[in-house]
């Protein structure tokens, strides 16, 4: 065994070709032994390999930097700097994260979740080192479909023009998450058919010096061509070619299934556990087969992430001309939503919320200032969802909900989410963005509108008094749980879905002032900007009503435990009931 | 005259060459006379009249639609599309913007006024075109430096792969606002050069077809040109050289100067009137020039608008390698900015608050969860700098107050700006964000500090009782304004001056609940998901004082009156006074 006795890089440097052959085999038994047992992205990890190996050979890292774009094919590289125990010992699997974290280690430059950042962050070091008179290499390694990101076409230019010494790794695995889209992949191809040397090549195109390695998965290959940039004086893309999935039969016959994987058998690549079908995916799935076939201008948009509602090949098949992929280009994605709704069809763009953080500006100004009626779908909307850091979806609320012209919806349902989608990709009037529950009711607690059309009309789902709990999308089942366990104590509380993020029902909240003395705004989001912050301003100026905001605070949590997370911050029925039954004493 | 007599692109399509270049000539003159009046982007715009003719004589718009990319090279456009009168007639100079606007023409497809969207929209309306099987052309015109910017190239590529017809007018007058960077214009200079012929071509390595037009200021050559794409079937890149300023020699021998320019001598080109220097500007540029000779690690980082406080050609040649303009590729920039701060340097990033807008994702991600001790200067903050819808200044605070570890603040006057920058540049705990002030303080009321690392600790401006007025950062004059006519009625009010954008100062705020019943915030932003909000949800807990929020409403407007637009929303002292007083009785 090599990969256990391996606290550092200096410790691979003096292997020989043998050794470093034996330390791949070892590292990937040891990475689909893991992903067998806890999952995680083995696809990119196991095409990486030799990359990691011949980088670690050739650059003295920390020293050089290299920084992983998107950073979910880090794995081989935390095996190599000091973490190699989380890969071999199941008792301390849980000891790193999917990602690179500096917390972790000093040879983790960024913390790293979205992708197409890394040449703009490799510029940046490149800029420090150059005004200190430093002279470390930086390493940015990109691939895996972010290259159709705009933020790295940026960075390419911007490389492109720098007189420095700047290293960019193309992974190029001839695959994205689902599938890699855009005119440059084709042009890619042409590369790797021929040798690097086919015409209009986009890095040349950008400026930047290219080299082409033809079997990316041949560590002595990559350690030749490494060892001829390093301490280059001028930028330079390195286009290496290398097999996602590589070792791992199942994973290498279906790239896309086996991107990121659960936990699985190692013998037949069967699931372990077969995982519960999101309800709320599933009946968007549905309604949008259903109105493809049923209006043939309708048109739903991906972003590389099949749509974050989980479309199969057998979906995007049906779906044909009415589904478009842009690759991994939100900020596209949105603008050419607003064409299409401009063009007289009707869009959706899903993806989650966390990658909607990239379009506030395609947003506002495509879409909300022209009123553009497209339709836009968040998913991953929950303290519940994803809980790594560059990952959280529940910052939606207070990026989205201020900007004019937007209507933002939270449905607490099934029956409401589609009711509401359906309503929105009729409607001509204005553009809309919906967020896809993630838990809350599992069957609607009241009849669901055929028309959405008149703004920030609130549902009143229980009728009391005294205090009145206002839950927002996934929230409004907490709310009405809350007002359940407040019933056994004899207080019989007014229970509200706003269902509308983008403005408040005031002439509710107003009738609302005449019976109850405290309000509470229960949402799956931060407080900061959220939709309570609204309802204790229009409260505010009146002063009479008591108004009390729960959510989380403005904070980043790292992989932390969901259900400790919202007990921590009072987000359960019995901690709520027992904070009004204290306040109304 | 032909000018005057055209009301609609059908009324040149018989013209000969002759009178082609008769209409050209009466464009340039008017566009002169116009601009040499009331100012504007006279640049871009004479680069650009024999393109536009040529366009309108071969395509038929509305029903082909021709999409204007940052749409302020849209003037010609405006005058064959039935709004000469608005070009030649003083009287009518106000009639039209300065950016393509449907609510104008139905030959306006959308409002633009941010770089590099023209090729995502494009891209939906051809989506659009094939769903409803029609066949109109569809044509994004880009250039002048929008074509670095990511949703740009997003678009080339996505564009790249569609099977349809889209063309693509690269206008390239080797030029952006102040200069065109990064690699790609190293390229595009060699396409010139050769005639299109040179290899590495940008657009066909992104899988676009291509072709070149050496003389873009020639009408019939691009007439040629664009009758041969004309019902194309695939998407087609033409790229035209063209001249910026072309026809009025102090522009083209000054093509950054002229880019934009308030009213002149037609003779000597000189201004009709010197601006009064912006003293917030004034003093950033005086500390950024003083700052980058004091510490060699200082950078300042521009993307394409000299950084928002416009500095000359003579300030980035002193600041040597210590000023870095990526170009139009704000996203770049701000995830550069984190990679400098990472690497030990001190970078500030500056622009205009608009454009910010588009980094959001890069804030949260490469700078906040990061801890990245970037300083990013947000500039033309406030409701009385830019009056166009594209451009507004006041939606920052919402935006970005909200992203944890991010420490925003709202200086008041000169000094206190300085002092907070200064501060800012010094430490390294923070990534911080600057609100320039645009109007406010002459000179700051009280002394500044030193270290403003106790977060969220504000400035009691004056003592009082009553009420208290919590003005912020621009604002924080018309506070104190609205206090002193306060005091004329008896009437000693509190003003605090909160600085922190991104926290409260709950101590104090406590405190003031002992003595004040009524609490005013005021800020020069939207009231929706702003600062205000925050104060009335802290004391909306409590119920025991009221608090007033003053700002604008979430709503997009366009070409307004700042003074107006203020009287409306009761942003003066006396109306604020007058409120205070009907409230306390």
Redesign the interface.
């Given at each position: 065994m090599y990969l256990e006795h391996i606290s550092s890089p200096a410790d691979i440097r003096g292997y020989t070709a043998d050794q470093r052959r034996a330390l791949a085999q070892e590292m990937r038994t040891a990475l689909i032994r893991r992903t067998s047992m806890v999952g995680g992205h083995i696809g990119p990890n196991l095409g990486i390999i030799e990359t990691v190996i011949a980088l670690h050979t050739v650059f003295d890292s920390p020293r050089d930097q290299i920084i992983f774009d998107v950073s979910h094919q880090c794995y081989p590289h935390k095996m190599l700097t000091g973490r190699a125990g989380a890969y071999l010992d199941e008792a301390q699997y849980s000891g790193v994260s999917g990602f690179t974290n500096?917390e972790e280690s000093p040879h983790d430059?960024?913390?790293?979740?979205?992708t197409s950042?890394s040449i703009?962050?490799?510029?940046?070091?490149?800029?420090?080192?150059?005004?200190?008179g430093r002279s470390e290499n930086i390493i940015a390694l990109i691939g895996d479909g972010s290259l159709?990101?705009?933020?790295?076409?940026?960075?390419?230019?911007?490389?492109?023009?720098m007189e420095t010494g700047l290293i960019i790794i193309l992974n190029d695995n001839d695959q994205s998450i689902s599938e890699n889209?855009?005119?440059?992949?084709?042009?890619l191809k042409e590369l790797r058919e021929t040798n690097g040397a086919a015409?209009?090549?986009?890095f040349?195109?950008?400026?930047?010096a290219y080299r082409y390695v033809a079997d990316g998965n041949d560590a002595e290959a990559l350690i030749a061509a490494f060892t001829a940039v390093k301490d280059t004086r001028r930028p330079v893309v390195l286009h290496i070619h290398t097999q996602k999935g590589k070792g791992l039969s199942f994973a290498e016959a279906d790239p896309e299934g086996w991107h990121r994987h659960a936990p699985f058998h190692i013998e037949s690549g069967a699931h372990k556990k077969i995982a519960a079908p999101d309800p709320y995916a599933a009946a968007t799935v549905d309604f949008v087969l259903a109105e493809a076939q049923r209006n043939?201008?309708f048109?739903y948009l991906s972003a590389g992430i099949v749509g974050g509602i989980n479309l199969t090949p057998a979906d995007r098949a049906a779906l044909g001309?009415?589904y478009?992929d842009?690759?991994i280009?939100e900020?596209?994605a949105v603008?050419?939503?607003?064409?299409?709704?401009?063009?007289?069809?009707r869009?959706v763009f899903g993806t989650y919320s966390t990658f909607f953080?990239?379009v506030?500006?395609?947003m506002?100004?495509?879409v909300?200032?022209?009123r553009s009626p497209a339709v836009f779908l968040a998913t991953g909307t929950s303290l519940y969802r994803s809980t790594d850091?560059?990952h959280l979806g529940f910052?939606d609320i207070?990026?989205f909900?201020?900007?004019?012209?937007l209507v933002y919806l939270a449905p607490t349902s099934v029956a409401e989410h589609i009711a509401v989608l359906r309503w929105a990709v009729e409607q001509r009037e204005h553009p809309v963005m919906i967020r896809m529950p993630y838990t809350g009711y599992d069957e609607s607690p009241y009849p669901v509108r055929a028309d959405y059309g008149t703004l920030n009309k609130s549902i009143v789902v229980t009728e009391g008094a005294d205090a009145a709990l206002i839950g927002v999308g996934n929230f409004a089942a907490l709310a009405s749980a809350a007002a359940a366990e407040l019933a056994r104590e004899g207080i019989h509380a007014t229970v509200v879905n706003p269902l509308y993020l983008s403005g408040l029902d005031t002439a509710l909240l107003d009738a609302l002032k005449a019976n109850h003395r405290l309000i509470l705004t229960i949402e799956d989001g931060?407080?900061?900007?959220g939709f309570?912050?609204?309802v204790?301003?229009f409260?505010?100026?009146?002063?009479?009503?008591?108004?009390?905001?729960y959510g989380l605070p403005?904070?980043?949590f790292n992989r932390y435990n969901p259900d400790e997370l919202a007990r921590t911050y009072h987000l359960t029925a019995p901690q709520i009931a027992a904070d009004v039954l204290r306040a109304m004493r």
């Open positions: 500096p430059i960024f913390s790293i979740g979205h950042t703009s962050l490799a510029t940046g070091l490149a800029k420090a080192r150059d005004l200190a159709s990101g705009g933020e790295a076409l940026e960075g390419l230019n911007v490389a492109g023009e889209h855009g005119g440059m992949y084709r042009k015409p209009d090549n986009l040349r195109a950008m400026g930047l043939p201008n048109v001309s009415q478009v842009v690759g280009a900020e596209h603008a050419m939503a607003a064409g299409v709704a401009r063009g007289g069809a869009p953080q990239r506030y500006d395609q506002a100004q495509d909300c200032i022209n850091v560059t910052y207070s990026i909900s201020h900007i004019p012209n931060i407080i900061d900007g309570g912050q609204k204790a301003a409260y505010g100026a009146q002063g009479s009503v008591r108004v009390k905001n403005k904070q980043f």
